[in-house]
């Protein structure tokens, strides 16, 4: 019983960790049309070089890329991705989204 009480809490504990991937964004509009392919930092505790690429599309995210050891591998995608988006005539602009604590600290 102890011990399930300790994944508990330790379950609650890590939620916030994550949920505080960071990642990087290309918002890519044509017209009324808006895509984005983003760049994700998963499980950096673990593994600091794991990663996937979501593709979102009217409203509906989907991973096509991951690596587990590849961060490089899964920026190339996506810069794959973004470029065949800007020669379909979408223009692509780079966001970067940090974790939510380091948002709130680059708007003070």
């Given at each position: 019983?102890a011990?399930r009480?300790?994944s508990?809490?330790?379950l ?10 960071s990642k990087?964004?290309?918002?890519c509009t ?5 895509r984005?392919v983003?760049v994700?930092?998963?499980d950096?505790a673990?593994a600091?070089?794991?990663?996937r690429v979501?593709?979102t599309?009217n ?6 890329w991951?690596s ?5 591998y899964c920026?190339?995608?996506a ?7 800007a ?6 602009k ?15």
């Amino acid at each position: 019983m102890a011990s399930r009480l300790v994944s508990l809490i330790f379950l609650i504990l890590m939620t916030p960790i994550a949920q505080a991937q960071s990642k990087e964004e290309f918002i890519c509009t044509l017209g009324s049309e808006n895509r984005m392919v983003s760049v994700v930092k998963t499980d950096a505790a673990r593994a600091p070089k794991a990663c996937r690429v979501d593709y979102t599309r009217n409203g509906r995210t989907t991973t096509l890329w991951s690596s587990k050891t590849g961060y490089a591998y899964c920026v190339a995608k996506a810069a794959s991705l973004v470029t065949k988006l800007a020669q379909d005539h979408y223009s692509c602009k780079p966001q970067s989204v940090g974790a939510p604590d380091d948002r709130s600290e680059s708007s003070k």
